[in-house]
């Protein structure tokens, strides 16, 4: 029989914390989360997110043992920009169907009690942190700050009434093999036409670049399906988590005639170290985070995006040629390009006419209507 309690002491929540490194613990393709990260997210003092937000947490016992977790999380920006009414849950994990579905049930009752009429999820804890279950290429780790579970999760979610209401793109590129013949000729076509003039991050000056980062990522991204806006401290926050581990060269800014028209953030793949020490970089996991140059061959494309105004004028392909080359000249032999919406037409086309890349994951978000009494 499982029971579902409330997290309500520092025993719970390091065994909510706790439950994934034991219950995955020696599978190949799982990348432990730094447990320090892990403890930051749910701390109202450390994560901004909480300005705007409520978080609830929940432990499945099984004969005294935690045979799952979940999080119901109540997000007031999320509601107020969509005109949405929902609770959402993450941090999902369960050893089978019937503690799934006792932990999903407690949500929905929460979410009743707070008047919402639906439950959407998995958010970890928002759209602009790890979302949706990986519903396919479970054979490959994955990319930093992107989520992973096992196959059965979506099912679990499916037989409890929820039902797909959106997916997510993940793109691979064989960034060893270099840039295409047709690439290399649409990228040229379109610098001889607009001129645009592509550069690094300027390091030396991060905190213009971060405040650049932040406006074009807020306005190109502002009527999307989901999205919501970072507030200041959230982003203050994740620049600082960037800066420790961000390439430079690898951050590109394409302007037009003297005006910013695009840009891309790719990120060193550090799950390809922090796989080796079950979330825990100290005493030695330190130092090969530091010298992670020699051991990380992989990264992730994580914004590619180019304002409205310059849209369809082929400078996403110049993006995609320029980070290619780069990549390579660094040691990067495979890439990922994610999170991208299923119906972003115009990312997924130019992505797919480039021809160096393959879509080989999809993360699926999930929602249930609630009958409210």
Avoid at 31 to 54: S, T
Avoid at 122 to 127: A, I, L, V
Avoid at 179 to 198: G, H, M, S, W
Avoid at 237 to 245: E, N, P
């Amino acid at each position: 029989m499982v029971t579902v309690q409330k997290v309500a002491s520092r025993r719970d929540q390091k065994r909510f914390i706790e439950y994934p490194y034991r219950k995955y613990r020696g599978l190949d393709v799982w990348v432990p989360p730094l447990v320090m990260g892990e403890r930051e997210k749910f701390d109202p003092k450390r994560n901004p997110f909480f300005e705007h937000a409520r978080i609830s947490q929940y432990l499945a016992i099984r004969a005294g043992e935690v045979v799952g977790r979940i999080a119901a999380i109540d997000d007031d920006n999320h509601n107020r920009t969509h005109n949405d009414n929902l609770l959402f849950f993450g941090f999902f994990e369960a050893e089978d169907e019937a503690c799934a579905h006792q932990l999903l049930a407690t949500v929905e009752k929460e979410a009743v009690s707070l008047g919402r009429q639906a439950v959407r999820g998995p958010t970890n804890p928002s759209m602009n942190d790890g979302a949706g279950f990986q519903i396919d290429g479970f054979d490959t780790p994955p990319y930093v700050m992107m989520p992973q579970n096992p196959p059965e999760y979506p099912a679990f979610v499916e037989s409890a009434g929820y039902q797909k209401v959106k997916d997510l793109f993940a793109w691979h590129f064989d960034v060893a093999k270099g840039p295409t013949d047709r690439l290399l000729r649409l990228a040229k076509r379109v610098k001889e036409r607009y001129k645009p003039l592509i550069r690094p991050a300027d390091m030396r000056n991060f905190r213009r670049e971060i405040d650049i980062l932040k406006t074009f990522y807020n306005s190109v991204w502002e009527k999307n399906w989901g999205f919501v806006k970072y507030t200041d401290k959230e982003f203050e926050h994740m620049a600082k988590d960037l800066k420790l581990i961000v390439d430079p060269e690898l951050v590109l800014f394409v302007e037009v005639d003297g005006d910013l028209a695009g840009l891309c953030l790719t990120i060193p793949d550090i799950n390809q170290v922090l796989i080796r020490f079950n979330g825990r970089l100290f005493p030695f996991g330190i130092f090969h985070l530091l010298n992670r140059k020699k051991t990380i061959d992989r990264a992730r494309l994580a914004v590619l995006g180019v304002l409205p105004e310059f849209r369809n004028k082929g400078l996403e392909l110049v993006l995609m040629d320029e980070v290619s080359r780069r990549a390579k000249e660094r040691g990067i032999r495979a890439g990922e390009c994610s999170w991208i919406l299923e119906d972003n037409t115009s990312m997924n086309r130019a992505i797919e006419a480039s021809e160096v890349a393959t879509l080989y994951k999809t993360y699926r978000l999930y929602q249930k209507p609630l009958a409210l009494t």
